[in-house]
Every structure is written in C-alpha cells, then in structure tokens.
C-alpha cells in the first residue's frame, strides 16, 4: 500500500495555524481575582459572614469619592455591619466587575477593577459607575484585603433610594446583623461583670430572662426567673469579686438562628470572703433578642465552684 504522502510546507502551515497553548494564570493571581469578584457576589447575595472572610481585622477605607467622609481604618466587621445594614432593604443589587488587574509581590498585592452598581426599590434605580484599588496582604496560604478605595466615575438614577432601603433593612435586620447584636450583647454581659459596672449589667437583661444552671451544687438555685430576680442575684458581685476576667479566652460558636449563640470562656476572679481564686471554664448559651439575654445557659463545674465560695465549709453563695 502506498503511503499517502503530505508535502512538507502543509504540514508546516498546519503548525503555524495552531494556536499557542495560552499561559497558566498564576495561582496569586487567580485566588485574589476571585478575591474581587467575591467581594461583587457576597454583597448581592447578602452573605456578610462569607465577605468577612475576605477581608483582614482592620482595612483602611476611602469613599470619600462618593460620600465626601474622610478615609477611614475600620474594623471588618464594623464595615461589613454598615453594608449589611443597607444592602438587604434593597429589592436587588448588581455589582458588575471588569477589567480586574493584578500586581503581585512577595507578601503583597494590588488590585484594580471596574465596577457598575445598580440598586433597584421597585421601580427606582440608583446606578454607580466607578473603580475600586485594593490592597492585599498575604495570610498564610490565603490573600486578605487591608485596603480599598473608591473613585466614583458617575452615577445615574437617585441616591434617595439609600434612605428608603437603610429603613427597609432596619425593619427587617439581616442575619449578620443579628448576629453581631447577639455576641455585642454577650460580650457586654461579661466585661460588666469584669468591670463591676452592674447598670451594664441590669440593663441588659430581658424582663421575662431566665438563668438556667444545670450543675450547681446542693442548696445552689438552679434557675433563676425574671430580670427582677437576676439583679437581685448579681447585686453583691462587685464587693464579693475584685480582679475578674471572662473574655481573654472567649470563643464564640455561632449556631443557625443568629439570636443564639454558644460561648466559651475562661473566668478568673479572685473571691473576696474567701481569698480564693475562683479559675472556671465556663460554656454558655445565650438566646438574646432585641439586645436584651432572655437565656443564659450556663455550664460549668460544681466543685470549683464550690471550693472558691467556701461551700464545701457551710458558706453560702458568698461564702459568708
């Protein structure tokens, strides 16, 4: 059989017709564009627990562009919480992101993308055209924004929509919102006991709260009812505690509903009656509506407990 013979400048012209294999993205690259474009489709979807992720503890801000405030450091939470405060009241919002350009270092990058905004209130729109320059910074294997800046280019449609979805957004808060309230409330509680501030204190408990203790020791009430009852209960604190300390070690664990939450934390307080230091690891669950603890669930270890109010020698909660 004959073989079929193919000239060699065709084969030649086949090569070259090929197109070139394009060139892998860098991998930097690749993770802080998605960087960008996640902090676009976080926004519209309203996940403000996902857009934290993105961001470090503490980003400088500017939109002074468009808003006329100074720049700004703030903390992520704080921005994110002022975005999610807005964002939900609208009906939709589209951020399209284009153009997006990346300069890497070692430990740092730049980033800079085209941005249209669109905010919709039923048949009202308020539309941002503009660019946004991030920077970056290396988080172990991962990128985190610790700048950005906006530089309004124009606008179309009327900004008082803002108004009318920040009030749509407060009737209706968004689960990070919540959720934020929800820790501020817990947090609250426990630094006013560090600081022996008892107003702090009284102020946050819900009319109808409750205080469940499932492991006390023997005579010790285990549920205490009633926001009348709770001040009682904590009224002496500040003379049977002196140095006190609950939030060094406090881990929150978030759980579906943002009005609960799990804490843990460590509470250290020296014991006045007693001389004693009370050491505790405590596990708390906390229902907190409207800023206000309507349960404290609290978890901890009865012998400790005892020892440290002197129990154990017939005293009684404060070891008189």
Do not use: C
């Not at 309203?46 to 002074?64: C, I, N, Q």
């Not at 055209?129 to 920077?135: A, H, K, W």
């Not at 009030?167 to 006013?192: I, K, S």
């Not at 205490?224 to 939030?247: K, M, S």
């Amino acid at each position: 059989m004959k073989r079929l013979a193919v000239p060699l400048f065709a084969g030649l012209a086949l090569t070259a017709a090929s197109p070139a294999p394009a060139q892998p993205m860098d991998a930097d690259e690749a993770a802080i564009r998605t960087i960008v474009e996640g902090v676009a489709l976080y926004a519209d979807r309203g996940e403000f627990d996902r857009l934290e992720t993105l961001f470090a503890p503490e980003v400088r801000v500017d939109y002074s562009s468009l808003s006329g405030e100074p720049v700004s450091r703030r903390a992520a939470s704080a921005l994110l919480t002022d975005w999610a405060e807005l964002l939900p009241g609208f009906d939709r919002t589209h951020h399209a992101i284009s153009n997006i350009a990346v300069t890497l270092s070692a430990a740092e990058a730049e980033a800079t993308a085209d941005i249209s905004a669109t905010h919709w209130i039923g048949t009202d729109v308020w539309q941002v055209d503009g660019r946004y320059d991030y920077r970056l910074t290396r988080d172990g294997d991962d990128w985190r924004i610790v700048a950005m800046t906006f530089t309004l280019i124009g606008e179309a449609g009327s900004r008082a929509v803002t108004a009318r979805a920040a009030e749509a957004a407060r009737a209706d808060p968004a689960n990070y919102v919540v959720r934020r309230q929800t820790r501020q409330a817990v947090l609250d509680f426990l630094t006013g006991l560090e600081d022996k501030d008892m107003d702090r204190v009284n102020a946050l408990w819900a009319d109808d709260a409750v205080q469940d203790m499932p492991y006390v020791p023997e005579g010790f009430p285990s549920r205490i009812e009633g926001r009348e009852a709770l001040i009682r209960q904590y009224a002496a604190w500040p003379d049977t505690a002196g140095d006190a300390n609950f939030t060094d070690e406090l881990v929150f664990h978030p759980l579906q509903d943002p009005e609960w939450v799990f804490a843990e934390y460590r509470g250290v307080s020296e014991i006045v009656p007693t001389g004693r230091i009370y050491d505790q690891r405590y596990g708390g669950l906390f229902h907190v509506e409207n800023g206000r603890i309507k349960l404290f669930r609290e978890y901890f270890d009865p012998r400790v407990f005892a020892h440290a109010f002197g129990l154990e020698e017939g005293g009684d909660f404060y070891g008189e």
